[in-house]
């Protein structure tokens, strides 16, 4: 990519999910922050800017769509760059949120190679549109 470290922040309370996605995303020259739930992410939200946020759309205490539509209401920016993650492609509620929202998904299981593509193809588009 380039030489600027990109911050990602990944919203997931499976622990196996968070070590794929900590190994992968750090040997992408990424610099990785985990939150186990919705809540902590929020948090995080608030204090530090993320270029990118990967978050579980089941995350625990605040799901992935009350968060999404807490950093649209208060961090526009990063709405943007969020990137959600789910098993529940085939409940319609969640078909809806991810069109509605327009953002990128990617379905679970997913593999390291799944999760670099989308999350490059991401930082590129972002990067091109700044």
Known sequence: ???????????EDEPSICQVCLRTLESMGLDVTIAINGQIGQSLIQQEKFDLC?????????????????ALNY??????????????LMD????GFLDATGQPFLPK???PSDLKKIVSETLEKLKAQN
């Open 54 to 70: 990967l978050v579980d759309i089941r995350a625990p205490i605040i799901n992935g769509k009350n968060l999404y539509t807490y």
């Open 1 to 11: 990519m380039t030489d600027k470290k990109y911050r990602v922040l990944v919203v």
């Open 109 to 111: 299981p997913f593999t």
């Open 75 to 88: 961090y526009p920016e990063t709405a943007k760059r969020m990137v959600f993650t789910t098993g529940d």
């Open 92 to 95: 319609e509620s969640t078909q």
